[in-house]
């Protein structure tokens, strides 16, 4: 069965404090892997897709980096508005285009 | 930027009536798509829709639900017989090519609280 699992499931970091976020999954032949933020009672905005083992994107603060088996959200030097829940999607390996969504981790950036 | 815009953002009605939910996807894009997102739960796929007819629906979506796109713009979810468990954010979704690995872009959501 196809399982996005996210960690931690809240992180509370220092402005500043830089630290990484976990999805890990476990799908049959990946085909691409989502990152997104969401802030409260708002929809989910897109950050990153990765596609292949390896592969890394950046974006200001945020860098993703995919696995096989896992992919990271790292954040550096975050600030206050970084605060939002980050939340990681894989494509149904059924073949279709739904998304399977983790949890997500809840980030509180503190001045 | 071009982006996914849905009405009203909170509905509330009374359980057992009759809503619709309406999204305006991105404008050049083909496949679209409902979540929802219950109070602290995580974002679940109900259905997906590509050439005005659905591709994939989950368990959720049952007989009293359905969608339509009645228009060249305009992309909706009814719910015929609303219970209180339909409560929750429902967002709608767009990607611009129907791979399965295309980005998909999300609406701000519609809240729905049923009493």
């Known amino acids: 069965e196809d399982q996005v699992t996210q960690s931690p499931e809240a992180l509370r970091l220092q402005e500043g404090e830089s630290s990484s976020l976990n999805c890990s999954y476990t799908v049959s032949g990946l085909r691409g892997l989502f990152w997104y933020r969401q802030d409260p009672g708002k929809g989910p905005e897109f950050l990153f897709t990765l596609y292949s083992a390896g592969e890394e994107k950046e974006k200001e603060r945020l860098k993703a980096t995919l696995t096989k088996k896992e992919s990271f959200l790292h954040i550096t030097a975050p600030k206050p508005e970084d605060s939002a829940t980050y939340l990681c999607a894989v494509p149904f390996s059924g073949g279709y285009n739904k998304l399977i969504f983790g949890a997500g981790t809840r980030l509180a950036v503190h001045p | 930027e071009p982006e996914v815009t849905q009405t009203p953002s909170h509905q509330v009605t009374q359980m057992g009536q009759e809503v619709i939910l309406r999204c305006v996807p991105i404008s050049n894009h083909l496949y679209f798509y409902w979540y929802r997102q219950i109070l602290g739960q995580k974002v679940e796929f109900l259905v997906s829709?590509?050439?005005?007819?659905?591709?994939?629906k989950s368990e959720i979506f049952d007989d009293q639900f359905s969608v339509e796109r009645p228009d060249g713009s305009n992309f909706t979810l009814k719910i015929r017989s609303t219970k209180l468990e339909d409560s929750a954010m429902y967002f709608c979704a767009s990607s611009a090519l129907a791979g399965v690995s295309d980005t998909q872009y999300f609406g701000p959501g519609t809240r729905l609280t049923v009493l």
């Open positions: 829709f590509y050439n005005n007819e659905i591709s994939e």
